[in-house]
């Protein structure tokens, strides 16, 4: 069996030394941010189909379960969810990009597929997207920090050492088979609004984007998810205008300003606590707030 034998390929482009980006919703995709990106970034570049990965190895159906569509004969079929891959050429770099849902199952064979794929094509690096929620104001530039475990991408690109200990998902266990693979890899990761959990972040995708491009060398486009951000922004600042205590917790959050928070780790953001003790609280009281509100929206 070789490393990428649950590989379809769909295509057989020649790439030179391509960089691959890629996604996985789920727990690493808070406010669909990761995902966003990515697909921003298959329209915008106009990226054509090059393999998948066949799920049935790596999906717990029960929890990630496949769809039913009807054709306009009426007639019935499954959608599987699998992790999909593109290709593309940019003014920069030869890309792939990988988007699909965070496996269930044999995240070690997964990986392995994701390495075959990149080594076969003698990729550059490998960069993955991510998204967390914490404290952060939606009217705030969006936080992204950039890790890597080389010192050379560290000093590059201006990332960061990851010095995080405790459960994980697959984003990490893919960069340590790229470290296994002596394969360059690099993580960035966004701060989304945890007051606005269930809020799609446009605004979030857009900052992966352009963090992106800086470090693959090539435009992108900041352009594309224009509209959607303008109606992020209405829609949250709808909610907290309905809203007292909210409106008072996001004041808060600017008084303290950007000094007051700084992403440490991809899973947590540091607060200062002694200029409030009591925000975390909080925060999380709100954000129960919040989702009811949604939920109220929807009905």
Request: charged residues 25%; negative net charge; aromatic residues 6%.
């Amino acid at each position: 069996m070789t490393a990428s034998d649950h590989v379809r390929w769909l295509s057989e482009p020649r790439l030179h030394n391509p960089t691959v980006i890629a996604a996985f919703s789920g727990w690493n995709d808070a406010a669909d941010a990761a995902s966003t990106a990515i697909r921003t970034l298959v329209d915008a570049w106009h990226a054509e189909p090059l393999a998948e990965i066949d799920p049935e190895e790596f999906t717990d159906f029960a929890t990630i379960r496949p769809s039913v569509r009807l054709d306009s004969n009426a007639s019935r079929s499954i959608v599987w969810p699998k992790v999909s891959m593109w290709h593309a050429s940019t003014p920069g770099a030869d890309v792939i990009l990988i988007l699909g849902p965070e496996p269930s199952l044999k995240w070690r064979l997964f990986t392995e597929q994701i390495i075959g794929v990149a080594a076969r094509f003698e990729a550059s690096m490998v960069l993955t997207l991510g998204a967390l929620l914490a404290d952060v104001s939606h009217r705030s530039d969006v936080q992204v920090m950039g890790t890597a475990n080389d010192d050379s991408m560290i000093e590059r690109f201006d990332l960061q050492r990851s010095r995080y200990e405790g459960p994980t998902g697959i984003i990490s266990v893919l960069h340590d088979a790229c470290n296994h693979s002596s394969i360059p890899s690099a993580s960035l990761w966004a701060a989304c609004p945890a007051i606005a959990s269930q809020i799609p972040s446009p605004k979030a995708a857009s900052a992966l984007i352009a963090r992106a491009g800086e470090i693959i060398g090539t435009p992108v486009p900041l352009g594309a998810l224009h509209n959607q951000v303008v109606a992020y922004d209405n829609k949250v600042e709808e909610m907290i205008d309905e809203d007292e205590d909210l409106r008072e917790y996001v004041e808060r959050l600017e008084a303290l300003g950007d000094d007051a928070f700084g992403i440490d780790e991809p899973h947590q953001l540091q607060f200062d606590f002694d200029a409030d003790d009591d925000l975390e609280e909080e925060s999380h009281a709100l954000v129960d707030e919040v989702e009811q509100f949604l939920r109220d929206q929807d009905n």
